[in-house]
């Protein structure tokens, strides 16, 4: 099923705010890996007197469903595209999109210009982590063991099922059928997809961010031309959607008025 045939109508989506006033903005709201729309819900209402704001729930997640192939960040962004096009008309589109819908806002940037007049990515995926070389160590030494034990199962009895939910990140033990997508994302590296993004980019990362550290921010604010990096150095991954989220809507509020 490629972006073109995936049918829109099955995406669920929620709307808040008003989109009849032009001068305002349409903001469209991309969650994370294995979240739904309701994790932006609170964030979103910090600034419903900007506009109107549509949350939606990628396909696959939430109550949407999924591909019948895996797609890539880029296919997500062609969908995201056909989405924007066919949806609530307004004035322009910022495009906010934690981690993963970060990862679809970068793409959608780059591959779709027309599509999005601003950029928030918060706690944003899409580069590769930097890691010391113990890091680099221990997680190459995870994955032999498991391709070891895997290549042996037959021999030793072993479930290979169990051996994923052993050796696997908490993503994929928890992706049931949307595991081959999870491994195509998290495998892409979008350096040079960030490069050719021409539209205003708020970046904003937690300083206590353990899953996209500061350092993937700071390396996207030296890729995008036009970016903007802000490091809340008290928040981590996912309170910059929750405790987190006044100080995240009052840097988002600074960037739609400068």
């Known amino acids: 099923m490629s972006p073109d045939s995936y049918d829109i109508a099955q995406v669920s989506h929620e709307t808040l705010g008003t989109f009849d006033v032009p001068e305002k903005w349409r903001f469209v709201w991309a969650h994370?890996?294995?979240?739904?729309?309701?994790?932006?819900?609170?964030?979103?209402?910090?600034?419903?007197?900007?506009?109107?704001?549509?949350?939606?729930?990628?396909?696959?997640?939430?109550?949407?469903?999924?591909?019948?192939?895996?797609?890539?960040?880029?296919d997500y962004a062609d969908f995201s595209a056909r989405l924007l096009k066919t949806g609530e008309a307004a004035g322009p589109t910022v495009w906010l999109g934690h981690s993963f819908g970060g990862r679809v806002g970068i793409q959608l940037a780059a591959r779709h210009p027309e599509t999005v007049d601003k950029l928030v990515l918060i706690a944003s995926a899409g580069l590769q982590r930097q890691r010391s070389m113990l890091e680099q160590t221990r997680v190459q030494s995870k994955i032999y063991t498991f391709k070891t034990l895997k290549h042996l199962a037959p021999v030793l009895g072993l479930d290979v099922d169990k051996l994923r939910n052993r050796f696997?990140?908490?993503?994929?033990?928890?992706?049931?059928?949307?595991?081959?997508?999870?491994?195509?994302?998290?495998?892409?590296?979008?350096?040079?997809?960030?490069?050719?993004?021409?539209?205003?980019?708020?970046?904003?990362?937690g300083g206590k961010d353990t899953e996209t550290p500061p350092e993937i921010g700071e390396r996207l604010a030296e890729l995008i031309p036009n970016a903007d990096l802000n490091v809340l150095d008290t928040q981590d991954h996912y309170s910059l959607l929750g405790d987190g989220r006044h100080q995240v809507a009052k840097r988002v509020r600074d960037f739609l008025q400068s």
Not at 192 to 199: E, H, L
Request: charged share 15%; hydrophobic share 40%; aromatic share 8%.
């Open 168 to 205: 696997g990140s908490a993503d994929y033990r928890n992706a049931g059928a949307m595991r081959e997508i999870l491994a195509k994302v998290v495998r892409e590296d979008l350096t040079d997809v960030a490069r050719q993004i021409s539209c205003p980019v708020l970046l904003i990362y």
């Open 32 to 74: 994370g890996w294995g979240q739904n729309r309701h994790a932006m819900a609170n964030l979103a209402q910090s600034l419903t007197s900007f506009g109107g704001h549509v949350l939606i729930d990628f396909p696959g997640f939430g109550d949407a469903p999924a591909p019948s192939e895996p797609w890539g960040t880029a």
